[in-house]
């Protein structure tokens, strides 16, 4: 099965479970590196046109990563946003040869530490379900 797939199918459970455990996460968003929306989960009054997020994040993740290999010379990480509203934080993901964007959206309750191990487990546990359905 395709990544996207797969992804199409599976991802819902998998985010809506994190947001039934951490109920100020706002949006949970999977898109392609070349910014088609693949994915998403909107809680509660949350709203945003799935395109306008995709493409956003998608250019996001792109300087994110020209930013890393050509100033810092590392490989990207995760990517985060603090507002005054709360925060955002992005991290690519690559299922079989389909490179994807995890993004994670929440309100001001949820510090950085916390937005930063919920986006890495969800992530992995992602990239787990994925590789054991093959």
Do not use: W
């Amino acid at each position: 099965m395709k990544a996207c797939e797969y992804l199409k199918e599976n991802f819902k459970p998998i985010g809506n479970a994190y947001i039934k455990k951490n109920p100020d996460i706002e949006i949970i968003s999977l898109t392609t590196v070349d910014g088609f929306s693949v994915c998403h989960i909107l809680n509660g009054a949350a709203s945003i046109e799935e395109d306008k997020l995709a493409a956003t994040t998608s250019t996001l993740y792109a300087v994110a990563n020209a930013v890393s290999n050509q100033i810092l010379g590392k490989g990207f990480n995760i990517n985060f946003i603090e507002t005054e509203a709360g925060n955002f934080a992005l991290v690519g993901l690559k299922l079989s040869t389909t490179e994807f964007v995890l993004t994670l959206s929440t309100g001001k309750q949820m510090n950085i530490a916390s937005v930063r191990l919920i986006i890495k487990r969800l992530s992995q546990e992602i990239t787990d379900a994925y590789s054991n359905s093959l």
